[in-house]
């Protein structure tokens, strides 16, 4: 059947699901791990971004230092704090080289949909009295909102793909199924726990997807239309009047005589 027959008869295996190192534990403490971590990373990222755009200064310098953390790897991270004290405290080492990895997207993300919001618009917020409060969350952060997610659906896929690394130091995670399998020489698992990886970031993806389309405070077509009800009808005004105007002056441009003739 080759590896990915194999994989799939592991997956439909009932026995590979249960017990303590069963994968669906595993997946458990994957999507535990991954979900801290996003957490506070945007708890650090997003509020950071938010002021900074809002404000116009210092993003900058926040985006280059937060850039820092792409430059070393992830799992280089994770070593150097399981050389520290922090080695025996769980899945924190693990965490926090996570949201290390995860604050750049959002970080960088956010600012810049906040500063692509038209100075036009504010411009003209502003004139119609709005405060700075105001300001930001009916007209920076609706506009900056696709921006937003785009960073935060980025993020998510990159710390559930890259949550595997906790099996590297001992814990738990998808991460194990694979590392098991390497341990024993068993590649259609280590397929197996690659594919729920896979399905799990796609899975995440979908979700943030659908929250997108359901958060979205962009009006819709239908919307706009149902707001100005007469804009067809102007539209079709417009057009009809053209039609007239353009017979009419067809009329004009007729010789007199047979205008006479035809009185």
Known sequence: MGVLGDAWTWLMTGSNWSGESGALTRLGEHVYV??????????????????LGHIGK??????NISNVGRAVPVFAVLALFMLS???????????????????????????????????A???AARGMGMSGRQLFLRVELPLAYPMVMTGLRSASVQVVATATIAAMVGQGGLGRIITAGF???DT???????????????????????VHRMLD????????????????DG???????????????????????RVTKTV
Do not use: H, W
């Open 34 to 51: 991954s979900g801290i971590a996003l957490a506070l990373a945007c708890a650090i990222a997003l509020p950071t971004a938010f002021y």
């Open 58 to 63: 210092g993003g900058a310098l926040a985006i």
């Open 85 to 119: 004290p922090l080695r025996n405290a769980g899945y924190v080492p693990t965490i926090v080289a996570l949201v290390l990895f995860a604050v750049p997207p959002l970080l960088t993300n956010a600012y810049v949909g906040m500063r692509e919001v038209d100075r």
């Open 121 to 123: 618009v504010l411009e």
């Open 183 to 185: 341990n024993t020489y």
């Open 188 to 210: 259609p698992q280590v397929v197996a726990g690659a594919l729920l990886v896979a399905l799990l970031a796609l899975v995440v993806e979908g979700v943030l997807v659908a």
């Open 217 to 232: 405070p962009s009006p819709s077509p239908a919307a706009v239309r149902a707001t100005v009800p007469g804009a067809r």
């Open 235 to 257: 539209a079709a005004d417009k057009v009809a009047d053209s039609a007239g105007g353009d017979a009419l002056r067809t009329d004009d441009a007729l010789p007199q005589d």
